[in-house]
C-alpha cells in the first residue's frame, strides 16, 4: 500500500494510476489524513438482452393516487 500526499498525488498522476492499475493500492492524503483510494474502474458486463423477460408490470402501476397517497407528496 502507498500513501500520497495530495501535492504529490498532482504531480504524479500517471505513475500513481499506473501503479494502482498493476495492483498496488495507492491512498491519497491531506494533512496526514487520508482522503482517497486509487483504484482501477471494474469493467461493466455488457447488457444482455432479455434479463427482464417474465418482469410483469402490475395492472394498476399507472393508476391515479390515492388522496391519502397524494396527500404524501405535498
Known sequence: MMDTNLYEAKTQLSNLVS??????????????????????????????????SGMAVPDDAMAPLSETETALWA
Do not use: D, S, T, Y
Open 19 to 52: 501503479r494502482a492499475l498493476n495492483g498496488e493500492e495507492v491512498v491519497i492524503c491531506r494533512a496526514g489524513k487520508r482522503l482517497v483510494r486509487l483504484v482501477p474502474v471494474e469493467e461493466a458486463l455488457p447488457r444482455q438482452p432479455g434479463q427482464l
